[in-house]
């Protein structure tokens, strides 16, 4: 039995432990909400069908890989590099963070086996009284040691593709200054050497749709679609059934958003694109950082960047391959960091059974 099966009697079982009276309701509910969706879905596509139309007669926004000049990638040296955490806690005010930076690295191509570095792994420990929001100063500490892990590698100046996991900005609202300033000389002894490549899974941003909203005399309007990736699942798939095979990808911009002109001002000018291999492959966007002298070259660069995330991508997969292992081997997951709690807890029991009440009462 694999995880996908174990997980799906896992849900019949929590879906068969609710009163009957309920689910009778919340299923007409659903139904009828459903009803409702596919409504809804219809009226968008026939949208994204009319804007697709009117705007192949302005620009070209979608490509295929019939239009680029094919390379094999496949056999570059690449490394992925993600990193994983899970707060828990609260006794005394005290929180305690697990976390995890792994890198994968192929040396030698895809068809060799992998290295893995746990880069650093540790638990941080954070009191409620220093900080106003534990999990937003986990998750800053947590994306200064993945800069620390990139800084790592590209000082080792190989000559690589780096697949990040996430947005090259990372976090799109964090403009810290040292941070921002430290993180874009990192990334621009990366692009000396290297072809960085930033893998978004969830973008719920808008930068593509106020771009082509800006479209002289563009006569549909987008705002039924609530993100980018939702707008582009619709065009890829409308793009295919024209008959375009292979994978797709849309034309770069340079999103016009404050953190991104915040990292432009420091040297790092990001593009973003997004990307699908196959019919049944998820939609990523992908964020390629460039420095003022590859500016002119960010077409080219941005095509290699779409053909090297083909290639490094297995089939079924819509992830890069390394930076999908760097994921899986970094995650830290609920059940890890309360097996860690306990021991925490338990470390801190002594004799007093008063103690011990004071503790299980704070869990």
């Known amino acids: 039995m694999n995880l996908t099966e174990i997980e799906e009697i896992k849900r019949k079982m929590e879906f068969n432990k609710t009163e009957s009276e309920i689910i009778t309701k919340l299923v007409n509910t659903a139904n009828i909400k459903g009803a409702k969706f596919e409504k809804e879905n219809k009226k968008i596509y026939k949208t994204a069908k009319r804007f697709l139309e009117e705007i192949d007669d302005k620009e070209k926004i979608i490509f295929s890989e019939k239009d680029i000049?094919?390379?094999?990638?496949?056999?570059?040296r690449a490394v992925g590099i993600d990193g994983s955490l899970f707060p828990i806690g609260g006794v005394g005010g005290k929180w305690y963070i697990p976390y995890a930076i792994v890198r994968i690295l192929y040396e030698n191509g895809i068809h060799e086996q992998p290295i893995v570095d746990?880069?650093?792994?540790?638990?941080?420990?954070?009191?409620?009284?220093?900080?106003?929001?534990?999990?937003?100063?986990?998750?800053?500490?947590?994306?200064?040691?993945?800069?620390?892990?990139?800084?790592?590698?590209v000082n080792k100046k190989k000559k690589s593709i780096i697949f990040i996991d996430g947005p090259v900005?990372?976090?799109?609202?964090?403009?810290?200054?040292d941070y921002v300033k430290n993180r874009c000389n990192v990334l621009k002894k990366g692009i000396a050497n290297s072809l960085i490549i930033g893998c978004v899974k969830q973008s719920r941003d808008q930068f593509f749709i106020r771009e082509f909203e800006n479209i002289p005399n563009l006569k549909v309007k987008l705002d039924n679609f609530p993100s980018d990736q939702h707008l582009f699942a619709y065009l890829f798939s409308l793009y295919r059934e024209a008959?375009?095979?292979?994978?797709?990808?849309?034309?770069?911009?340079?999103?016009?958003?404050?953190?991104?002109?915040?990292?432009?001002?420091h040297g790092v000018t990001v593009f973003s694109f997004f990307f699908q291999k196959r019919i049944d492959s998820k939609i990523l966007r992908l964020d390629i950082p460039l420095t003022d002298d590859k500016i002119e070259n960010s077409d080219i660069i941005c095509k290699k960047a779409a053909m090297a995330?083909?290639?490094?991508?297995?089939p079924q997969q819509y992830i890069p391959v390394p930076v999908e292992l760097a994921h899986q081997k970094c995650t830290i997951n609920e059940g890890t960091a309360e097996v860690l709690y306990d021991e925490i807890i338990t470390r801190a029991h002594n004799s007093s059974v008063n103690n011990q009440l004071i503790i299980n009462q704070l869990r």
């Open 69 to 76: 000049e094919k390379t094999d990638f496949s056999n570059c």
């Open 118 to 153: 746990i880069y650093d792994s540790n638990i941080d420990e954070l009191d409620e009284k220093d900080y106003n929001n534990i999990k937003t100063e986990a998750s800053h500490r947590m994306l200064l040691r993945e800069t620390t892990a990139l800084e790592d590698w």
């Open 169 to 177: 900005i990372d976090p799109p609202s964090w403009k810290a200054n």
């Open 243 to 265: 008959g375009h095979d292979g994978f797709l990808f849309s034309k770069a911009i340079f999103p016009k958003d404050s953190t991104f002109d915040f990292y432009k001002k």
């Open 309 to 314: 995330a083909s290639d490094w991508q297995y």
